[in-house]
């Protein structure tokens, strides 16, 4: 049998050393070690076995991280650039599945030509070549592979999409529009958002998760990206899908949803936004719910644009960031 990677390149981490300048933070209880990738935008983030794979959007590239602690390039360099805002797209996530992996590929580069791989769901087989299981998405940010088959959060067409591995697939649910206040939109514009009135955003899906039969889903909220706009949201995984409960209300455009060993939820926001400078430097933050009382606490501030957490055993997190940035949060003692 072929080896399942086609090893390409050897990119070695560079572990940040302390007092290199403001760095994100733990609380007490936790430690926090850094590594970072010059040039990189790392995006999503799953286990494979004791590997970690993780996807570059910068340079289209998936990567495997093992024991080492290198990162090893694999498979093909996927479509990737910079789409219509200004934001990097490309593979968003790479995971283990069906005896290969699949990775989910964003839309068109701005300045591109569409492809074959553009907003769709690949699948990578042990000798490297590519099948396009489906191509009918408009921006599938983020996935996961359960009960024979995949749930697909399509964030430019605001849903959630359920496709087999033979490519059928199917609408679970479409978010509608949020509401905001017009006191919050009054510092955009005084005359247009007066006392009063409403405005309505897209819910823009971005995370997904399963835990305890529920169906976990980040609403990141659409421009122009309100502090405490966003949500988690949930619906049965069977049975009847069409009125999503909110679990968690007021985050900072979350991103990224998983849940510990512990059953504890947590919450990856991408931060706040500012109409001049776009999301604020190290507005970032990784919160955990009491899986009681859903009080969050923050475990890891100071991020610039993060974009998947991925719980790696029970005392360990990994954290993805568009700077080039890998964080390990690690519990000092497991409870």
């Not at 592979?145 to 749930?151: D, E, F, K, L, P």
Request: avoid cysteine; charge should be negative.
């Amino acid at each position: 049998m072929r080896p399942f990677y086609t090893l390409i390149v050897v990119t070695g981490f560079l572990l940040l050393a302390a007092g290199a300048g403001a760095e994100p933070t733990a609380p007490p209880g936790y430690t926090l070690k850094t590594f970072n990738t010059p040039g990189a935008a790392f995006a999503g983030l799953s286990r494979d076995a004791e590997g970690l794979l993780v996807s570059d959007l910068a340079s289209g590239r998936l990567y495997r991280r093992g024991a080492d602690g290198k990162l090893v390039a694999f498979g093909p360099v996927f479509p990737h650039g910079l789409d219509v805002i200004g934001d990097p797209t490309g593979p968003y996530r790479v995971v283990r599945a069906h005896d290969g992996l699949v990775v989910a590929q964003g839309w068109t580069p701005v300045g591109s030509k569409e492809g074959p791989f553009d907003h769709a769901l690949v699948a990578l087989d042990a000798a490297g070549q590519v099948r396009v299981i489906s191509s009918d998405f408009w921006n599938p940010f983020d996935f996961i592979a359960a009960s024979g088959s995949y749930y697909v959060i399509d964030s430019a067409r605001n849903s959630v999409e359920r496709l087999l591995p033979g490519g059928s697939k199917s609408t679970i649910l479409t978010f509608r529009r949020m509401g905001q206040a017009a006191t919050a939109l009054r510092s955009l514009s005084p005359t247009e958002f007066t006392e009063g009135n409403s405005y309505e955003t897209d819910a823009v899906p971005a995370g997904i998760a399963l835990h305890g039969g529920r169906l976990y889903i980040a609403l990141f909220g659409g421009f122009p990206f309100l502090t405490g706009a966003g949500e988690i949201v949930s619906i049965p995984e069977a049975g009847d899908q069409s009125m999503p409960q909110i679990d968690v209300e007021a985050l900072n455009a979350p991103v990224s949803i998983a849940f510990d060993n512990d059953g504890e939820m947590l919450v990856l926001e991408h931060g706040t936004y500012d109409q001049k400078e776009g999301f604020r430097k190290a507005s970032g933050r990784l919160l955990k719910f009491n899986k009681m009382t859903r009080e969050p606490k923050v475990i890891l501030e100071g991020l610039t644009r993060p974009v998947s957490v991925l719980v790696w055993d029970e005392r360990r997190m990994v954290v993805s960031a568009l700077d080039g940035n890998l964080y390990v949060l690690t519990r000092e003692s497991a409870r």
